[in-house]
Nanobody, 123 residues
């Protein structure tokens, strides 16, 4: 069964840091394209970062320079390191996976999703 489980969310003050984790089952299939998305109340779900099996990485302009996406194949885990957090980063963060190419930061391309982990940044 395909499972994606996020963890690491929490409440921090502006300027703080968090590292989100996503533990994935059937990693062989879903490591080809993995991504982080987020959704704030009243807003559409938006891409944060995506990483391909070959290592190519893309970031949303809103987080570029403040976040780093990475993965540990030995642990079947995807990470999102977030620094210099801002109140506008407050959202539910979701891990997503795609088992084939193309790999792009687009919600409709992903069919495997975790349940999300809440990130709250206060000023």
């Amino acid at each position: 069964q395909v499972q994606l489980v996020e963890s690491g969310g929490g409440s921090v003050q502006a300027g703080g840091s968090l590292r989100l984790s996503c533990a994935a089952s059937d990693y062989t299939y879903y490591s080809y394209c993995m991504a982080w998305f987020r959704q704030a109340p009243g807003k559409d779900r938006e891409g944060v970062a995506v990483i391909e099996d070959a290592g190519r990485i893309s970031y949303a302009d809103s987080v570029k320079g403040r976040v780093t996406i990475s993965k540990d194949n030995a642990k079947n885990t995807l990470y999102l390191q977030m620094n210099s957090l801002k109140p506008e980063d407050t959202a539910m963060y979701y891990c997503a996976a795609r088992d084939y190419y193309p790999c792009a930061m687009q919600v409709t391309l992903f069919r495997y999703w975790g349940q999300g982990t809440q990130v709250t940044v206060s000023s």
